[in-house]
């Protein structure tokens, strides 16, 4: 049962443009929210997250939207760069701040950006 | 810089022998140490939490006598995967979370496992 989804397994984005990268959720429990970056052979990146009482993160070019009715996740990337091309995932937890609270990771988005 | 080291980055081992994967916080300690695992083109799937001083927790599905976690100090926690078979092959990635907060986990760069 995947609990975090992102349906598009790939994106290819223009250098310059915006790139949205989405994700679902299933589990109404969940209530913070993370999206990673990773390249092969590497660990995840953190790059943002939001917690469920708010519906808008943003951090440079960077920002997270939640829809909590819709059970749905967004991260933007404006102006994306030919360096944020990756896989990215998103993750979702129950809690936050406790160390013990275990992240469920998406089949993550492979991006990439054309220069 | 990087808050979490793993090592090897990459073995390579036969089958049957055990590989053992070591995953320390830097500069921060860490009483629990999550250990994940990536299949290619696939997504992390956690497979124990690591908890300093006490029996790691498992995932359903994950053997515990097959993946052996040991949280020997609040600062590494080791992965040993036991009698190594060809599906054992695989990503591995061990993470920590700073101590209170609302910190997020950051992740060791991970070990590609090859089992021959």
């Known amino acids: 049962d995947q609990q975090v989804k992102q349906n598009s397994p790939s994106l290819s984005v223009q250098e310059g443009r915006i790139s949205i990268l989405n994700c679902d959720y299933t589990?109404?429990?969940?209530?913070?929210f993370l999206w990673y970056k990773k390249y092969p052979a590497e660990g995840p990146t953190f790059l943002i997250s939001?917690?469920?009482?708010?519906d808008k993160n943003e951090d440079g070019r960077f920002t997270v939207f939640l829809n909590k009715s819709a059970k749905h996740l967004s991260l933007h990337i404006v102006p994306s760069q030919p360096g944020d091309s990756a896989v990215y995932f998103c993750?979702?937890?129950?809690?936050?701040?406790?160390?013990?609270?275990?992240?469920?990771f998406g089949t993550g988005t492979l991006l990439a950006v054309q220069p | 810089g990087a808050v979490v080291s793993q090592h090897p980055s990459r073995v390579i081992c036969k089958s049957g022998t055990s590989v053992k994967i070591e995953c320390r916080s830097l500069d921060f300690q860490a009483t629990t140490m999550f250990w994940y695992r990536q299949f290619p083109k696939q997504s992390l799937m956690l497979m124990a939490t690591?908890?300093?001083?006490?029996?790691?927790?498992?995932e359903q599905g994950v053997e515990k006598d097959k993946f052996l976690i040991n949280h020997a100090s609040l600062t590494l926690s080791t992965l040993t995967v036991t009698s190594a078979h060809p599906e054992d092959s695989s990503f591995y990635i061990c993470s920590a979370r700073f101590p209170g907060g609302d910190s997020p986990l950051h992740f060791g760069n991970g070990t590609r496992l090859t089992v021959t």
């Open positions: 993750a979702a937890s129950r809690g936050y701040g406790g160390a013990t609270n275990k992240l469920i």
């Open positions: 690591s908890n300093e001083g006490s029996k790691a927790t498992y």
């Open positions: 589990n109404s429990m969940f209530d913070y």
């Open positions: 939001i917690s469920s009482i708010k």
